[in-house]
């Protein structure tokens, strides 16, 4: 019930394409909803977060798209662009635990 | 500073001698977290840590594992008797307020090798 599912686990797009990794979680208790993205050898770093209570959010190239209801939410990276390819993984807070949740992540290769 | 400052970066040990990990959150953030990274990018939490006292420990194999975050010195995680399983990258997070609205702030993790 603790698990957060992603797919796909790996993704080729073309610079210029649309990025879009999916994410599905079980437990109602989950109430914020980060991306983070991760190169090598570095620490995730936070990308685009979202409430539930919010079906959308847009930071730049970057998109939440958020079901409440079918509880998956998925990012959407807009023209993406070489130096997007990296390590995404969703996750989700339980607040009342203060835990977050990560993803399986999501290995995005952006060719030129 | 405005990073979380993980040491050391790497660690090699011996299967059955100790591992000490350190970790200086960001200045004013009250939550620290450790999480353990396998080799398949899955993400173990194993504590957290409001101040300096333990918030969540549910993550921690306590025969071998404990961390500390005491006042005015860098938070440890410290794995006694190490086995080759233990071998990850360890990150450290820290938050202001538990997550919400800036969420967690990681540092470039420590990779320890058990051989």
């Known amino acids: 019930q603790q698990q957060v599912k992603q797919s796909p686990q790996s993704l080729i797009v073309q610079k210029g394409g649309i990025s879009i990794i999916n994410c599905a979680y079980e437990?109602?208790?989950?109430?914020?909803f980060p991306w983070y993205q991760q190169f090598p050898g570095k620490g995730p770093a936070l990308l685009i977060a979202i409430r539930p209570d919010v079906s959308e959010k847009k930071e730049g190239r970057f998109t939440i798209s958020f079901n409440k209801s079918a509880k998956q939410f998925s990012l959407h990276i807009m023209d993406s662009q070489p130096g997007d390819s990296a390590t995404y993984f969703c996750?989700?807070?339980?607040?009342?635990?203060?835990?977050?949740?990560f993803g399986t992540g999501t290995l995005l290769a952006v060719q030129p | 500073g405005e990073e979380v400052a993980q040491t050391p970066k790497h660690l090699v040990r011996g299967e059955g001698q100790k591992a000490k990990l350190y970790c200086a959150p960001i200045?004013?953030?009250?939550?620290v977290f450790w999480y353990q990274q396998v080799l398949k990018n899955e993400f173990k939490f194993l504590i957290s840590f409001q101040n300096e006292n333990v918030f969540d420990e549910t993550g921690m194999p306590k025969e071998r594992f404990s961390a500390k975050c005491l006042p005015n010195s860098p938070c440890s995680l410290e794995i006694q008797a190490t086995k080759l399983e233990d071998s990850a990258v360890y990150f450290c997070?820290?938050?202001?307020?538990?997550?919400?609205?800036?969420?967690?702030?990681f540092g470039s993790g420590t990779r320890l090798t058990v051989v």
């Open positions: 997070a820290s938050s202001q307020s538990g997550g919400y609205n800036y969420g967690y702030t």
């Open positions: 996750a989700a807070l339980w607040g009342a635990t203060n835990k977050l949740i």
């Open positions: 200045k004013g953030h009250s939550y």
């Open positions: 437990n109602t208790a989950f109430d914020y």
